[in-house]
Protein backbone atom coordinates (compact mmCIF):
# COMPACT_ATOMS: atom_id res chain seq x y z
CA UNK A 1 0.00 0.00 0.00
CA UNK A 2 1.37 3.29 -0.92
CA UNK A 3 0.01 6.55 -0.87
CA UNK A 4 1.84 9.49 -2.37
CA UNK A 5 0.88 13.21 -2.13
CA UNK A 6 2.80 16.09 -4.94
CA UNK A 7 1.90 19.23 -5.65
CA UNK A 8 2.67 21.14 -2.50
CA UNK A 9 4.16 24.47 -2.94
CA UNK A 10 4.39 28.11 -1.48
CA UNK A 11 1.90 29.97 -3.01
CA UNK A 12 0.28 34.06 -2.16
CA UNK A 13 -2.61 34.60 -0.46
CA UNK A 14 -5.67 34.35 -3.01
CA UNK A 15 -3.76 32.00 -4.59
CA UNK A 16 -4.48 28.44 -6.34
CA UNK A 17 -2.69 24.83 -5.87
CA UNK A 18 -3.50 21.74 -7.34
CA UNK A 19 -2.77 18.63 -4.99
CA UNK A 20 -2.54 14.64 -6.44
CA UNK A 21 -2.59 11.86 -4.61
CA UNK A 22 -1.34 8.58 -6.33
CA UNK A 23 -2.43 5.60 -4.48
CA UNK A 24 -1.54 1.70 -4.99
CA UNK A 25 -1.44 -1.54 -3.22
CA UNK A 26 -5.33 -1.57 -2.68
CA UNK A 27 -8.50 -1.65 -4.38
CA UNK A 28 -8.74 2.01 -5.06
CA UNK A 29 -12.18 2.25 -6.83
CA UNK A 30 -13.68 0.72 -3.63
CA UNK A 31 -12.95 3.32 -1.49
CA UNK A 32 -14.21 6.48 -0.50
CA UNK A 33 -11.21 8.63 -0.30
CA UNK A 34 -10.19 11.95 1.61
CA UNK A 35 -8.01 14.65 1.77
CA UNK A 36 -6.66 15.75 5.62
CA UNK A 37 -3.70 18.36 6.52
CA UNK A 38 -1.74 19.03 9.26
CA UNK A 39 -0.63 22.79 10.23
CA UNK A 40 2.16 22.94 13.22
CA UNK A 41 1.34 22.22 17.03
CA UNK A 42 -1.91 20.80 15.44
CA UNK A 43 -3.76 17.70 14.80
CA UNK A 44 -4.18 16.07 11.71
CA UNK A 45 -8.16 17.63 10.40
CA UNK A 46 -10.22 16.41 7.97
CA UNK A 47 -10.40 18.41 4.45
CA UNK A 48 -12.57 16.96 1.96
CA UNK A 49 -13.90 13.51 0.94
CA UNK A 50 -15.14 12.15 -2.33
CA UNK A 51 -17.31 8.50 -2.35
CA UNK A 52 -16.06 5.37 -4.67
CA UNK A 53 -18.30 6.29 -7.34
CA UNK A 54 -17.35 10.07 -7.49
CA UNK A 55 -20.21 11.60 -7.12
CA UNK A 56 -20.74 12.46 -3.90
CA UNK A 57 -18.38 14.91 -1.82
CA UNK A 58 -17.88 16.90 1.22
CA UNK A 59 -15.51 19.55 2.55
CA UNK A 60 -14.78 21.03 6.08
CA UNK A 61 -16.37 24.70 6.98
CA UNK A 62 -12.99 26.26 6.25
CA UNK A 63 -12.75 24.84 2.99
CA UNK A 64 -16.05 25.00 1.23
CA UNK A 65 -16.59 27.29 -1.48
CA UNK A 66 -12.30 27.27 -2.34
CA UNK A 67 -11.44 23.58 -2.10
CA UNK A 68 -12.48 20.92 -4.94
CA UNK A 69 -11.87 16.80 -4.34
CA UNK A 70 -12.17 14.48 -7.39
CA UNK A 71 -10.95 11.32 -8.17
CA UNK A 72 -9.54 9.60 -11.50
CA UNK A 73 -10.24 5.29 -10.98
CA UNK A 74 -8.07 4.81 -14.14
CA UNK A 75 -4.68 6.06 -12.40
CA UNK A 76 -5.84 5.77 -9.13
CA UNK A 77 -5.51 9.85 -8.28
CA UNK A 78 -7.39 11.93 -6.11
CA UNK A 79 -7.34 15.47 -6.77
CA UNK A 80 -7.86 18.47 -4.43
CA UNK A 81 -7.90 22.01 -6.34
CA UNK A 82 -7.61 24.88 -3.82
CA UNK A 83 -8.27 27.63 -4.67
CA UNK A 84 -8.28 31.27 -3.01
CA UNK A 85 -5.85 30.51 -0.71
CA UNK A 86 -5.45 31.70 2.95
CA UNK A 87 -2.43 31.91 5.38
CA UNK A 88 -4.17 29.47 7.61
CA UNK A 89 -4.75 26.31 5.02
CA UNK A 90 -0.93 26.12 5.43
CA UNK A 91 -0.12 23.07 6.24
CA UNK A 92 0.93 19.53 5.14
CA UNK A 93 -1.36 17.77 3.28
CA UNK A 94 -2.24 13.97 3.41
CA UNK A 95 -4.62 11.78 1.41
CA UNK A 96 -5.75 8.05 2.59
CA UNK A 97 -9.18 6.31 2.68
CA UNK A 98 -12.37 7.97 4.09
CA UNK A 99 -12.86 5.32 7.27
CA UNK A 100 -9.79 2.93 7.70
CA UNK A 101 -6.71 4.64 7.23
CA UNK A 102 -3.83 3.09 5.21
CA UNK A 103 -0.55 3.63 6.34
CA UNK A 104 -0.08 7.42 5.80
CA UNK A 105 2.44 9.30 3.44
CA UNK A 106 4.61 11.84 3.71
CA UNK A 107 2.40 14.12 2.42
CA UNK A 108 3.08 17.64 0.75
CA UNK A 109 3.73 20.76 2.21
CA UNK A 110 1.89 24.18 1.19
CA UNK A 111 2.74 27.68 2.53
CA UNK A 112 0.48 30.26 2.16
CA UNK A 113 2.36 33.68 2.91
CA UNK A 114 3.24 36.80 1.03
Known amino acids: VQLVESGGGLVQPGGSLTLICAAS????????MSWYRQAPGKEREFVAT????????GYADSVKGRFTISRDDVGDTVILQMNDLKPEDTAVYFC????????WGQGTQVTVSS
Open 50 to 57: VSKTGYST
Open 96 to 103: NTRFVPKP
Open 25 to 32: GFPFSRYD
